[in-house]
């Protein structure tokens, strides 16, 4: 049997972590910091918890450069719960903002009958819900703003399987996007893990004014969270899950900026969004209720964040510029698989297109031979007898898709890299 040391795991998620944060993770689940508890058996309505969840605040803070006026809430129910609970929560803020504008700011819910149609007639016509759609996750984003909100409050702004032959595997041009008038949130993928597929950059038709005014911009970043430096002042929120380059399975990062936020923004109460004829959260799902509670309205696992915790402080301590040094890693790894995958047009195919293929989940097809089901096979079996596991692409796309995430070390990238040019030679 193979042991830690001769396995580099390329899987999408979850994903590897560092040897030495789970070894120190397994003396925690003993006995924490000698208090004869391990750490998943502490209240987390302890202080020792609320430290824990502080610190790990402080340090995402600090590898990201995320400004004060936002804030930063670990949540339960991965990326898909946020496709709710983002939905959810920008829907009742769009409604609180339309009912000052044409109300002034009144106490409480309205009570006229009148008010509260002419409320209502408003968000039948204008109340819109943008999506970008690049691949299976922002189409399941959207899926789920549908069911919740009905697909005449949905406005896709742009779906590259329409020109791209039915296929995900580019981003369409900005010029064919087709934004919505004042729309309670604007949101894409910036890393499409199944199709391989990341947005380059920022977009360009998202950009605040100089005024700093702009779309309602939400971004998930499950998979490529800690690869690049971002600007988080162009986002209103971002999310991630933590099990691709931060954490285990089972938090969900979510930073808002405060301004969506009491005392700021409200949600509409549950009588009104109901007369409106609106979709309710469940009180979990609610940005304001888990901030108020500092993440612990409902048990956190602090050992999750534990563990997003020392993920955080190694990379702090390895990287004096923070995540633009891993960013730097990221690029190089990529780079060495690209080069190593385009070195041989012949016997492999990229599945993206070039400019937007992912850094972080690389997908390619193997056309060696006249049976490519055959040579992916072969691949897949000579890569596991060399320590190269994880490496089966979606179940959805087929192919090879090699996961770059952080805790893959460059040494890691530099073996694939290896193989991938081996066994095109055999």
Known sequence: MPSRSDITYFGAGPALLPTDILEEAAKALLNYHDTGLG???HSH???LAADIINQTKTDLASCLDIPDDYEILFMQGGGTGQFSATAYNFVGAWVTRKQQEIFGNIK???TDPKVIQQLKETVDKDLKIDYLITGGWSQ?????AERLFGSEHVNIVADSRKTNG???GTIPDESTWKLSKDAALVYFCSNETVDGVEFPSFPKSLQPGPDEKGPIVVADMSSNILTKKIPVRNFSAIFFGAQKNLGPTGITVVVIKKSFLPPITSQPSASLMRQLGLSIPPVIFQYETIAKNNSLYNTLSI?????IGQVLGKLLRTYPNKVEGQQAVSDKKAQLVYDAIEAFPEIYKIIPNKAVRSRINICFRVTKGDDIDAAERAFLEEGIAQGLTGLK???SLGGIRASNYNSVPLEGAEKLAKFIRAFAMS
């Open 39 to 41: 750490i998943a058996e």
């Open 45 to 47: 309505r302890s202080q």
């Open 108 to 110: 409480g819910d309205p």
């Open 140 to 144: 399941k984003a959207s899926a789920e």
């Open 166 to 168: 039915g296929k995900f």
């Open 303 to 307: 050992f999750d964040v534990y563990i």
């Open 393 to 395: 692409g979606h179940r």
